[in-house]
């Protein structure tokens, strides 16, 4: 056995759409909490050449100001990109026995829909950062700010896209 120190790490991104309506619930402590699956599906050839798909459905919970924009804005379709972390969930089944569920708990959520809706403009909302009201202004309601560099810029702040 070796001594290996792994990372403490937990990160996930996943990107597809939602194969369902999200639905809101409210935690015990009286948070909103929304729920959904996202469908991604990837394209790839066999070794004899053949195209197949590969189809991946994930439950997505994300919590707070998040959670209502994400029921205000998505709808069954919708396409998205989440950036969050893996967790376990239990559900009590009416039979007396117990499902494991592994879920997205999302922290990040790029609408990937708005893009058409909203002066073909990305909308990326961080559940940790701000309100979603000062987010989605500061996307549409302002000019966009220039940002000092940082100790952690690695070179890149001077990229054009």
Same mark, same amino acid.
């Given at each position: 056995? =070796?001594? #290996?120190?792994?990372?403490?790490?937990?990160?996930?991104?996943?990107?597809?759409?939602?194969?369902?309506?999200?639905?809101?619930?409210? =935690?015990?402590?009286?948070?909103?909490? &929304?729920?959904?699956?996202? *469908?991604?599906?990837?394209? +790839?050839?066999?070794?004899?050449?053949?195209?197949?798909?590969?189809?991946?459905?994930?439950?997505?919970? *994300?919590?707070?100001?998040?959670?209502?924009?994400?029921?205000?804005?998505?709808? *069954?379709?919708?396409?998205?990109?989440?950036?969050?972390?893996?967790?376990?969930?239990?559900?009590?089944?009416?039979?007396?026995? =117990?499902?494991?569920?592994?879920?997205?708990?999302?922290?990040?959520?790029?609408?990937?829909?708005?893009? #058409?809706?909203?002066?073909?403009?990305?909308? +990326?909302?961080?559940?940790? /950062? *701000?309100?979603?009201?000062?987010? &989605?202004?500061?996307?549409?309601?302002?000019? /966009?700010?220039?940002?000092?560099?940082? /100790?952690?810029?690695?070179?890149?702040?001077?990229?054009?896209?």
């Amino acid at each position: 056995m =070796t001594n #290996t120190k792994i990372p403490d790490l937990n990160n996930v991104m996943i990107a597809g759409h939602l194969i369902n309506q999200p639905e809101l619930h409210n =935690t015990e402590g009286g948070s909103p909490r &929304v729920t959904f699956i996202v *469908a991604s599906n990837r394209k +790839y050839k066999d070794k004899n050449g053949v195209w197949r798909d590969n189809n991946c459905a994930v439950h997505v919970s *994300a919590e707070n100001q998040l959670a209502q924009l994400c029921c205000d804005v998505l709808q *069954a379709k919708s396409s998205v990109l989440i950036e969050g972390e893996l967790a376990n969930k239990f559900q009590n089944l009416e039979d007396n026995n =117990t499902r494991h569920i592994l879920e997205v708990i999302a922290k990040k959520i790029q609408f990937l829909d708005l893009k #058409t809706q909203v002066d073909k403009e990305e909308v +990326y909302i961080d559940s940790e /950062d *701000a309100p979603v009201g000062d987010l &989605v202004r500061a996307k549409f309601g302002q000019e /966009d700010q220039e940002i000092p560099p940082t /100790d952690f810029d690695f070179g890149y702040q001077d990229l054009k896209i």
